[in-house]
């Protein structure tokens, strides 16, 4: 078969396809909500344990779905998980009311938690290191690249045939990634479509590693530097899932908004965050260049910028008017992106290989396990205190993640490392 240039690039390309059609699926229960809480009669305290439904079944799943990823290998493991999760997402179209959908929404959650772990994976495998922040601020960037599209698109099917509808198509978009992912999709030692000097150069710019031996788990419990990551990850995920779960409810039952009028600006704050993931995966190599610091210090940096940029969701109770509201929740999907993009970079830095997804799934764990606490909050306080002092304890949460992360992985000087080692050079898009 005749090789082609770049092919880590198209790999990356695929994988954030699958994350984009991941979170369409995700996002449609959301963009649907105000009208179903009228079409099956559901309380804003029942669409809370409906979203809950779906995160406890998503954390739990996490850390089981990236250790069989570690075990049977990406291939087949993200094709079974796609083929899952749009099935399930499919048969929402079939719920009667809060109960049986919180029972969709849990298997979709059970085979959604494979697709961040194996996206990880695939940029740890197909990229040398100093990559590896782009390539997960690229893949990252599908979370709200679907979110986006998610908004539009399912109003619209919802409008021209039903809601029903929203959910049959969209769920299978996932099945179709199933197939795509098993024709396109093989690790570097195996691709067909890879030249040797590409090969060289991912292997070259690769840490060194001992091997492809079934994760540790009790090893990997007891280390600092998973810590840090499970709890950077609780405090920051809260942010996401309340602009994925929460923003049309807010907009359209405290700002005033029908859903007609949502679908024209609802998709804004997915596309700052696209921004904010696309970036941050580029300051990283900006700021090593530029001020010599470490890969690491340099991922940290801009976990801080993050944070610091979380202010919008603090300021929302000051907004005027809806489209202001909006603007803010951008600032925030924007900065909120920057900083998980880069929390993943730093897992790819700081762990071996055969063990990254397994600790990228243990990380989602502890975030979704946030998130979902953080959710059951607002469904139980929005309509006494407001959603707007629930918003600003997002931008805290953000500020503390980086201090966490600052703490335990901050490098006193640049050391030696795979990055700075003499290798071919090969281009790198944008630069």
């Not at 990850?233 to 899932?241: D, G, H, K, N």
């Not at 696209?274 to 580029?282: P, R, S």
């Not at 002092?389 to 993640?401: K, Y």
Request: proline residues 5%.
């Amino acid at each position: 078969m005749r090789k082609i240039g770049n092919v880590r690039w198209w790999i990356i390309g695929l994988v954030t396809l699958g994350t984009i059609i991941n979170y369409i699926d995700r996002n449609a229960l959301g963009v649907l909500a105000p009208q179903l809480k009228e079409v099956l009669n559901f309380t804003t305290q029942e669409y809370s344990y409906i979203v809950a439904a779906f995160q406890i079944a998503y954390t739990i799943m996490q850390p089981v779905c990236g250790y069989l990823t570690d075990v049977i290998g990406l291939k087949f493991g993200y094709a079974l998980f796609a083929l899952l999760w749009g099935t399930a997402a499919a048969l929402h179209a079939f719920a009667g009311g809060w109960v049986s959908m919180a029972v969709f929404r849990a298997m979709l959650g059970f085979s959604e938690a494979a697709a961040i772990p194996s996206g990880v994976k695939a940029s740890t495998l197909w990229f040398p290191a100093k990559e590896r922040s782009i390539a997960t601020g690229w893949f990252n960037t599908g979370t709200s690249i679907g979110a986006m599209i998610a908004t539009p698109l399912v109003i619209w099917l919802s409008v021209t045939w039903s809601w029903q509808a929203s959910f049959i198509v969209t769920g299978l978009l996932g099945v179709a990634m199933a197939g795509i992912w098993l024709v396109l999709y093989d690790n570097p030692d195996k691709h067909p479509r890879l030249s040797k000097e590409e090969y060289e150069y991912i292997q070259a710019g690769q840490e060194p590693s001992t091997g492809d031996a079934r994760p540790a788990l009790r090893d990997i419990l007891s280390r600092r530097k998973f810590w840090g990551i499970a709890l950077a990850r609780f405090l920051s995920e809260p942010a996401w899932q309340t602009f994925s779960f929460w923003i049309p409810m807010y907009m359209v039952t405290v700002r005033g908004m029908d859903i007609k009028q949502f679908a024209l600006f609802g998709w804004l704050p997915f596309l700052a965050a696209d921004v904010g993931g696309v970036l941050g995966g580029y300051l990283s190599p900006y700021l090593t260049r530029t001020f010599r610091m470490s890969l690491i210090n340099s991922r940290i940096a801009g976990v801080g910028i993050g944070a610091v940029c979380m202010i919008g969701p603090g300021l929302i109770s000051f907004a005027s008017d809806p489209l202001t509201a909006i603007l803010l929740f951008s600032l925030g999907s924007f900065a909120h992106q920057m900083l998980s993009g880069l929390l993943y970079a730093i897992v790819t830095d700081a762990f071996e290989k055969n063990e990254v997804a397994t600790i990228t799934g243990l990380g989602g764990m502890f975030g979704w396990t946030g998130g979902l606490l953080f959710s059951l909050v607002i469904g139980q306080l929005a309509n006494t205190i407001g959603y707007e002092p629930l918003f600003a304890c997002l931008t805290v949460f953000d500020l503390l993640a980086f201090f966490i992360t600052l703490a335990v992985f901050r490098q006193s000087r640049k050391p030696d490392s795979p990055d700075t080692a003499s290798k071919p050079r090969v281009a790198i898009p944008g630069e």
